[in-house]
């Protein structure tokens, strides 16, 4: 993986403790004029090969790319964003499928399909469903261990979040809006919703450097408990869009759909990004919240123990989350040397080519 800042990096899938979460949902709108291309294949057929090699082809003849990153091999791609030519490419095979809805009106297959051997594939099946059972083993273990960190950190916010004034950190998040996002249009803003952190195969990652590429100015949410930092920042979040202004929210993996983990507002160079012992920011921001402002320290110090054993346990089931995630991701490397040995590759970049293509002729329109 790349690690410099040069492009927006997310992800749009993740292990939970509920199990894998795709919020593919968030690719783009049929009713909006987008276009998706959904790619058919197996493992080590190209898929993500061919989004690079897109994405290269497009870079800054469409805008501006943002990349989606595969949680359970980081360094693999799983989508293509393109905001501006309304375009999204991506990996539609599980865990996170899509099948088309409105073929042709919305979304395209992209089938790698047809550039393989049926009869070698055929030929290897035992081995291909002895490896593939193998994997899907160890990502039942690793949501085992997420379940335990879901409920080790949802116990901890649960503490400080009693002990926590939740109309002073309203009242906070409005007096940031008054003084940051003057009303622009009278319609509502809208919400993208994102995940810039993720447990992977090489531990936990979070993509910091996009939010400084997407917002020059970060504020940083001290909140070592996760209790008001996801209120601060949900009610931040309305609050900006009432005044006209598009986010994108991105969730915390451990409570995907209702925990406000980082807050991004593009069009007024802000974000908002929680630190504390998970999420680290190089180069700091331009200033930091504490979340202890909004708390009542006399009633927090009855947990405090009891939140720190929980933080630390929650850290050790990560790590061996993480663990297994690198093993199946091991297991996984063998079973694409099964579908690689029956591709034809040269097929595969002639695919990415006839789709650069297409995409940047619709761009031009």
């Known amino acids: 993986m790349d690690e410099n800042a040069t492009v927006p990096r997310f992800f749009l899938g993740a292990s939970t403790p509920g199990g894998f979460v795709s919020r593919y949902d968030q690719l783009g709108s049929p009713e909006d004029g987008w276009r998706q291309y959904l790619i058919k294949g197996g493992p080590g057929t190209g ?3 061919l989004m690079k090699r897109v994405a290269r082809q497009l870079d800054r003849r469409c805008g501006p790319i943002q990349y989606i990153h595969c949680s359970s091999d980081v360094d693999s791609l799983d989508a293509l964003v393109l905001p501006q030519a309304r375009v999204a490419v991506c990996d539609a095979t599980p865990p996170h499928v899509l099948e088309p809805q409105y073929p042709g009106a919305f979304e395209n297959v992209v089938a790698i399909t047809d550039c393989w051997d049926r009869e070698l594939l055929y030929s290897r099946r035992e081995e291909i469903l002895s490896l593939s059972r193998t994997i899907a083993r160890c990502h039942e273990g690793c949501i085992r261990f997420l379940s335990g ?5 949802a116990d901890a916010s649960r503490i400080a979040l009693e002990a926590t004034d939740l109309e002073k950190v309203s009242r906070y998040a409005r007096g940031i809006a008054a003084r940051e996002a003057k009303p622009r249009r009278s319609s509502k803003g809208r919400d993208q919703v994102r995940f810039l952190s993720a447990v992977t195969n090489k531990g936990p990652v979070f993509f910091h450097q996009t939010a400084r590429l997407l917002c020059p100015r970060l504020i940083l ?3 070592e408990y996760g209790a008001a ?8 979040g309305e609050e900006l869009r009432e005044a006209g202004w ?7 993996p451990m409570a995907p759909f209702t925990k406000a983990e980082h807050l991004l507002c593009p069009g007024l160079g ?7 012992r998970f999420h680290k920011v190089p180069g700091g921001g331009e200033r930091t919240i504490h979340a202890r402002r909004f708390t009542r320290q006399e009633a927090l110090r009855l947990g405090k123990k009891r939140i720190a054993f929980q933080l630390r346990g929650a850290r050790h089931l990560t790590d061996q989350a993480a663990a297994l995630l690198a ?6 490397d063998q079973l694409e040397t099964y579908y690689r ?3 034809d590759f040269t097929r595969v970049n002639l695919l990415a080519d006839r789709l650069a293509e297409e995409i940047n002729r619709h761009a031009l329109r």
């Open 341 to 343: 040995d029956a591709v």
């Open 221 to 223: 949410v001290d909140d």
């Open 229 to 236: 930092a996801p209120v601060l920042l949900a009610r931040l």
């Open 246 to 252: 598009d986010t994108i929210t991105c969730f915390c």
């Open 327 to 332: 093993e199946a991701k091991g297991w996984h």
């Open 47 to 49: 898929k993500s090969t």
């Open 149 to 153: 960190v879901g409920a080790m950190t």
């Open 270 to 276: 802000l974000g908002f990004l929680t630190v504390n």
